[in-house]
């Protein structure tokens, strides 16, 4: 059996749920407060374990209390650590979350340990490629690192997919060759392509840019309206999958998770594609974003629907 690999970030999330977000130099009083497991490297990989797929995490936690907590938690979810170095002279991700009832939220994410990931991490990788199908990026980790991982990934010819979430301010163009499957959302993709996404005619001129660019398969999230994809031979929408949200943290990462997850077992792109709509839609009905995120049969269960 194969793997994927997730090469990301690992945060402590504190979330902070809220009536309404408040406005700047404006004081709110929250409703509750939670200290969860997050990062965009830890929610894909706990997405894809909690799939049944065999999943390695490569990544970074500081010395401190939330780094023996987070890894302790994604081995009870299943996920492989054994590519997690503990770094004793950081303190571990963070990410302070606002959610508003109804499921808005803002981030301020500060990486620590994440920031520190390097070539010694892309090591890491090694031995685990040759067993691997898919290795699964992000970017809140050092784009150096990242793009090194993909270019180690494509030597044993793993399927290399990136989520361009945060979009840095220089994204290179040498990195579009190294991608397989890139999954912005609609403000990451005209971040990176540099126009407003507006209609299907800007979808389709986005998509084009990045095949022109050298990724083979484009898919633009498009939160509650599903997803568009498009690849040199096919275009086409993906349904949303209609529920009760409230608490979108993590959509995007059960989508990424469900996709991989799916393209491991072999399934075809549309199959894959259904299976992200249904995961990332799963993922907004509780709180949190691990917590929230559906094991393989709540998904089959909504696949036979
Ligand atoms: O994608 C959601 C994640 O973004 C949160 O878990 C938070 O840690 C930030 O990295």
Redesign the pocket.
Known sequence: MMSIIIFG?I?M?LVVQTHRLPQPGETVTGDHFLTLG???GA?QAVATARLGASTYLVGRVGGDSFGQELLASLNNFGVNTQGVFIDKNSSS?V?M?NVETGGENT?I?VPGANGKVEQSDVHRLNNILPKTSLLLLQL?VPLEAVQSAAIAAKKFGVTVMLDP?PVPDNFPDRFYPLIDIITPNQTEAARLVGFEITDQEKLNQAVNIFLEKGVKIVIIKLGEKGAFYGTEKERDFVKPFAVKSVDT??A??GFNGGIAAALDRGLPLKEALKWGAIVGALTTTKEG?QTALPDFKMLENCLNE
């Open positions: 970030s945060n999330d997050g990062g965009k929610n991700g990410a979350i981030i994410v809140e979430a943290v993590g995007g990462d974003a």
